[in-house]
Each structure stands twice: as C-alpha cells, then as structure tokens.
C-alpha cells in the first residue's frame, strides 16, 4: 500500500489520536496493531465478541488512509468465482461471433490444414484474457493502483477449503489463476480479517496474520466511546449505563450487551429524555440491550438490586 | 533480541506453537517498536506470538515474570554503570577492568587471584573483591545461569543442583579458600565475618534468581507431562485432582476433532443444472451447450445420538465418558445425548443450558450409581429416538454391557443397527473382561458396526477421530 502520508502512520500514539478524531476509541493495543500491519505488511486477524467494532476498524482505516475500503462479507459456500474472478461469459460468447466473422480474414489464402492452423496459432488469443476477467473483491483489491483496505468479514463462516484458498493472497499478496498465471498485487492492500469465532481457524492462516483480540471496552474506554457516538448525553447518565453495561457482562447471559448495543441503548434513552436511570426506564428498554428472552428474564428480577449496587 | 529469543523458548516450553515465521515477525516488529515501553513490548509480541485466546492467560504470567527479570538486570546495569562513573578515585583502567568483570567473571577469576595474592587487607579472590565493593551481581548470575543452561531445569528438585552450579561459576570455591584461610590469623577476622555474610547476601540472590527462572520455564513444562501421562492413563485409574486438568484436555479434543472435521462435502452425481457453470463451460463451443454443469456439492453434516451409561458398574468411568458426550456436543452441530442406567434420558437440552460442572454434577446425582437394565433402558430409547435415526446418523453408544442377568432386548439394538448409517460401541473394559460375569457384550457385538475398548483418552480421541473421518 503506498500510504501518502507516512507522518500519519509514524507511531501508534499518532493513529490512536487520530482515530479518536475521527470518532473511533480505540485502546492502544489496537493502535498498535494497525501500525505493525502498515509497516510490516501482514494482515490482521481481529477476533473478538460481536459488535465491538472490529468492521468499524476496517472502515475508519480506510478513511483515515483515504484508501478504497473492499469488503468480502464470507458465508457458507463462498468460492473462488465469487471472491476473486469470474469470466465475463456474455462477452466472451459475442467475442467468439466476432471471430468467426473474421476467421475469413484470417484464413485468407492458406495453403493446406497445416498452414491454417499455424495462422490460427498466431492469431492473437484473448478468449481467456484480462480483457474478459470480471474482478471479485479480492482482485480488485490486488489490482486498486494506491492500495486499498481489503476487509474479509466473518472468515469463520467460510468454508475450510477457502482459508486454505487465501493463503497465497495473504502471504504473498498474489493469487493464481489458473488461464492466466499468477497475478500479483500492483500495490500491497492492508488486509484485516475479522472472526467470531464460531470454529477454530487453521494455524496455517493465523500464523500468517497478526492476531489482535477486541475485548469488551474497559469502563473508562467505554464511557469515552459513548461521549463521542452520543452527543448531549448527561455525563452523570453515562458512568450509569456505563457501569450498568459492565454489571450486566459480568452475568451469565447467553449475549452479552456489545459496545453497539450499549451505543443504541444511551440514543435510546436520550430521546426518551431520561435523566436517571430507575428500574421502570430499563424495564421498559430492556429489550434493547438483551436479544435473547431467557436473558431478559434472567435479568428482570434483578434490576432493581443492579441499580442500587450502581449507587 | 536475545531475550525476545528465550522468551519465546519459554513460551514454547509452556505449551504455545510458535513459528520460527511468527518469532521472525515478533524480531521485526520490536525492531520498529523497541523494548523501551514494556506496555508496547507486550502488545507487540502478543499481536505477534499469541494467535489462541487460550494462550493468552500463559502469556500474560509469562511475559510478567520473564520482563521482571530483565528489567531487573537492566536497572542493574545502569546503576553499576553509575557506582563505577562516581568513583572518582579509581582509574579508567580499574572501571573498565570491573565491566569486563561483570561479564566474564567466571573466566577472568584466575588472572585476579595472582593480582590480589599480595594484598592482605582486601579479599583476594575476585568474586570476594566484587562481594566486598557491594557491587550488584545480578548481570554476572545472568550470565552464569546462561553457562549452565538452567534454561533446562525441570523439576523443582533440580532448584538447589541450579543454584550450586551457579555459585560456582561465579567462583565461589576460591571464595570459600579464602574464608577458610582467613580464619586461621585473628587480624583477618573482621573480612572473613564480612565474607561470610556477603557470601550469604549472594547466595539468596542466587536462590531468588533460579525460583524466578524456574517459574519460566519449568512450571509449565511440568504440566506438559502431567499432561502426557494423563493422555495415557487408565480412566478408572484417574483421580478427581486430574479431574479438572482431564476436562481440559478432552475439550481440546474434541475441539480439535471437531474443527478438523466439522463440514464434510459429498460429491453427488446428479443435482441441480448450475446454469452459469454450464455456460462458461460452453463458451468456447460458440454457445452450443455440450457439456452439461450440475450444482454438485452438497454439504452433509453427521448427525450423532450418542447413549452414556451411567449405571454403578461404570460409576468410576463415567465422569469422563459424560466429559467426552459433554464436550462433542458443545462443538459439534446435530449431537442428541442419552444417560441410561435403568431408564433412557435424553439430556441433550440439559447440556446446552447448563455449564460442564453442573450439568455433570446432575446427571451423576440423579442418574449415577443406580442398577443396569440395558433392556429397560433400550426400550426406552426406542420410543423417544428410534424414529429419528436414519441412515445418516451414528450412534454411539458408551457402555459395559454389563445388565444383571436381565434381557438384555438385543432386538431393538438389532433395529437401530438396522436403521442408521453405523454403530459404535465403546466399552471401558479390557477385551479380556468382555463376557465375564453379567457382560452380554457378545451378545451386542453383532448389531455393532464395531466395538472397541476405550480406556484412556487416547483411545477415545483415536476413535473419534476414525468416526468423523468416515461419517
């Protein structure tokens, strides 16, 4: 990737300023883990529970580096013709009527089947060619001239036979194709892979990548990221939902209320123009927070001692 | 870069897979960094190193105690860089000779020994004459420890033996001549009292070094082969200590069986016309559709039902075959689970909602111990689950055989033989015990695709690990 500002990647103290610019807080090991990728031009393998930004950092990278964000979105089944090339059959049909027309041309006083096709031969073939290559995420992300953020979502969805088809483009930023031959990135993409873990990745992927896990932010670093995503929000209101949200992680749910969740629960709770959290108010908007109903009545009879322990 | 070098061979002896790729980046990207920071230090090599969250937790006790002891012997530099900068009285060539000493103590002991002989005051012996300037040894114990590899150690016996051999090299024979010589004229008796406790000072300094490298590389090295003979034991033999660490190790099991096998594609002759592959297939026919393209992947996931007894006469097995039921259903998608001792209980649900110890826990207090009736517990089973098996599923069935002399209902096993794709059975005894006493297992083993005896938790990874292969 040719990064245009390089004062821009020149520590990780840098990127985690500007990334809080951009309104995106994030904890240094993160920062951190964006500057090795930049400089050592690995990619990033970012697990992490759901909803705690890990595709938010694709995107921010991308703005911040005012590169192309390309996303793959993985899921069950996904193969190469969809990820990295397929032909362009309708063209490739008419090509072969245009040729035909001018096979006449081409075979224009030639003596003998032998000297036909050694004419033949050498007319130029292109059937299989760039010309009619229809580039799939991964190919452009290899083909984009500045470089680009390649962001290869939920790669855990994806079958095991495509992360073993991965490990050319991530070791080596090229993929083979097999008409053409190999072709190889004009300008090495950052690639960020992100996981949520619902299988074991093979070691073979992993130790191409650097592995960064995204936990649950820490009160402070979340009370942070809700002052920036939530504007207006009583300072007071937000150390409560702040530590409401860390009680509630610490219970045994079968979702834990995410970074996401926690965002959409404080706009929530603004609009409605709460100024204090009672046991009516997150009654109310509970279902906001939980996704699963064994959770809300796990949950319910406990709000009111949740509440006062936050006094 | 040569403590980045052990630390990652600490962390290999801990158990943590690392690559001589991933070590590679790990170098570069201190490079970038430094060590200066030991927050930045640790992200760097955690992005780098630790690919498991698993390993996290080894990672972070590792990384704590190995950095302790570096930046102890750093500070410990700098300040014996500082002590020797004050000492104005001394020569250039004195302070320098007293760094050399710091790093090849142990070799330049023989040349000090012929400088000192004349001085009668002053101890003789280098190791006494560094002892007597109160100058930190630190640095020189590192590097005696790296001479005799205490790197190896393994087990806590071994920590005395370490911290013998380390004195030594730092030359504590001469050291204890010199005590003993100077004990015989009285006007000596304050330096040698002084000896003697510095000699003290220095070797609890010892001690302390070698407990900390021990907690290293050796703690977690002692694990690992509690952990292979763990594999290797007998289940019946097993005692609920190794409990928790056995739980460990049959998740990884099956965790690892699992990943490894977790999506199986068959490849059907006929399916559905996949209409773009046909295309482009015929593009080059001008169109014409010669060859046909059928959509031919299809992905099929083995549905397993698997019975556990827990009847008294397997009570001493049972925890851990629950373990392995417990731990296939957590990672495998389509497990149904039974517990039997007299009556069939699927308790598929039970695992899903509760956590492994509880779960386990209920089953063996309201189920374990009671009396076998294989035929009770068949018929059972084949009002709830026998309409449900057909020819994908395998089950497996983890049991003695052993039925108190009743009817055993060999029938229903019959059909349920008949019915799915294969059947397997595993008992916990030796063959040689098969047939012996209350055991019917003959009596089973037709309607069984095959039987195995499964007595450790290598059998039963082995066994698994063929089940998936073929399923």
């Known amino acids: 990737m040719i990064i245009k500002h390089q004062e821009k990647i020149a520590s990780p103290e840098i990127i985690q300023r500007r990334y809080e610019g951009l309104g995106y807080i994030c904890s240094h090991s993160v920062a951190t883990a964006i500057y090795l990728a930049c400089h050592l031009q690995k990619p990033i393998l970012i697990e992490g529970p759901p909803g705690v930004g890990k595709t938010e950092l694709a995107k921010i990278t991308a703005t911040y580096l005012n590169a192309p964000l390309i996303r793959m979105q993985c899921y069950e089944g996904l193969d190469e013709s969809k990820a990295l090339y397929e032909w362009k059959y309708g063209k490739q049909l008419l090509y072969t009527q245009v040729l035909k027309e001018q096979l006449g041309d081409v075979l224009r006083g030639a003596r003998g089947l032998d000297e036909s096709i050694a004419r033949l031969h050498d007319f130029g073939d292109i059937f299989y060619s760039q010309e009619f290559l229809e580039p799939r995420p991964l190919l452009q992300a290899l083909q984009s001239e500045d470089g680009a953020v390649l962001l290869i979502d939920e790669i855990d969805k994806a079958d095991q036979e495509f992360e073993a088809f991965l490990l050319e483009l991530l070791s080596d930023y090229q993929v083979s194709i097999p008409e053409i031959g190999t072709v190889k990135a004009v300008s090495t993409p950052i690639v960020m892979l992100t996981s949520n873990n619902t299988r074991e990745l093979g070691d073979a992927l992993k130790r191409r990548c650097l592995h960064l896990y995204i936990p649950f932010p820490d009160a402070a670093l979340e009370s942070r990221i809700l002052a920036t995503q939530v504007e207006g929000l009583d300072t007071q209101l937000r150390e409560q939902i702040v530590a409401l949200i860390g009680k509630l992680r610490d219970m045994p749910l079968k979702k834990s209320p995410a970074v996401s969740e926690t965002i959409d629960w404080a706009r929530a709770l603004l609009l409605l123009n709460v100024e204090e959290l009672d046991s009516h108010w997150v009654k109310e908007t509970l279902n906001l927070l939980l996704k699963f109903q064994d959770d809300i009545e796990l949950v319910e009879p406990e709000i009111a001692a949740l509440l006062k322990s936050l006094r | ?471």
Not at chain 2, 135 to 160: G, H, R, W, Y
Not at chain 2, 194 to 219: C, N, P
Not at chain 2, 297 to 313: N, W, Y
Not at chain 2, 439 to 461: F, H, Q, T
Request: hydrophobic letters at 40%; charged letters at 30%; a positive charge.
């Open chain 2, 1 to 471: 870069m040569r403590f980045v070098a052990d630390f990652i061979g600490a962390l290999r002896e801990a158990g943590l897979h690392v690559s001589p790729a991933e070590s590679l980046d790990a170098l570069k990207a201190i490079k970038l960094l430094g060590l200066e920071s030991r927050q930045t230090s640790k992200t760097v090599l955690a992005l780098t190193l630790v690919k498991r969250q698993a390993d996290q937790v080894i990672y972070e006790e590792l990384f704590d105690l190995y950095f302790a002891g570096v930046g102890k012997a750093k500070t410990s530099i700098k300040e014996s860089n500082k002590a020797s900068n004050k000492e104005a009285d001394k020569s250039e060539s004195e302070s320098s000779e007293n760094a050399q000493e710091a790093k090849n103590n142990p070799h330049s002991s023989q040349a000090d020994m012929s400088d000192g002989e004349g001085m009668q005051t002053s101890p003789s012996s280098s190791l006494g004459k560094a002892l007597s300037k109160n100058k930190d040894m630190s640095l020189a114990i590192t590097q005696a420890a790296i001479d005799e590899k205490l790197s190896s150690i393994v087990l806590f016996t071994q920590k005395n033996y370490f911290a013998y051999k380390i004195m030594q090299r730092l030359g504590d024979d001469l050291l204890s001549t010199e005590i003993r010589a100077a004990a015989n004229s009285p006007e000596h008796k304050r330096k040698q009292r002084e000896l003697i406790k510095s000699r003290a000072r220095l070797l609890d300094q010892v001690k302390d070094y070698v407990e900390q490298q021990y907690g290293i590389f050796a703690q977690h090295k002692g694990l690992k082969y509690r952990e292979e003979y763990l594999q290797q034991a007998k289940l019946s033999q097993l005692d609920r200590l190794d409990y928790k660490l056995m739980q460990r190790l049959v998740q990884r099991a099956a965790r690892k069986l699992a990943s490894q096998h977790s999506r199986k594609r068959l490849t059907r002759k006929r399916g559905q016309l996949d209409v773009r592959k046909t295309i482009a297939a015929n593009a080059a026919f001008d169109g014409a559709l010669f060859h046909t393209r059928w959509k031919a992947t299809r992905i099929e996931r083995p549905k397993i039902v698997a019975i556990c007894d827990v009847s008294g006469s397997v009570s001493r097995v049972a925890r851990f075959l629950l373990l392995f039921l417990y731990s296939m259903q957590d990672v495998m998608p389509k497990v149904r689970s039974f517990v039997f001792a007299s009556e069939m209980i699927q308790v598929t649900e039970l695992f899903k909602q509760q956590g492994i110890e509880l779960a386990l826990e209920e089953i063996m207090k309201r189920w374990g111990g009671l009396s076998t009736d294989y035929g009770k517990a068949l018929a059972g089973f084949q009002s709830q689950a026998l309409a449900s098996i057909d020819k994908k599923t395998t089950v497996i069935m983890l049991g003695d055989a052993r039925n108190n002399q009743g009817d055993g209902r060999t029938d229903i096993w019959e059909k349920v033989f008949r019915q799915s794709k294969r059947v397997l059975w595993l008992n916990p005894e030796h063959r040689n015990s098969w047939d012996t006493g209350d055991s019917i297992m003959s009596e089973y083993a037709p309607w069984c695709g095959s039987v195995e005896p499964c007595r450790n938790l290598k059998d039963i990874e082995r066994i698994f690990s063929r089940l998936l292969k073929y399923s």
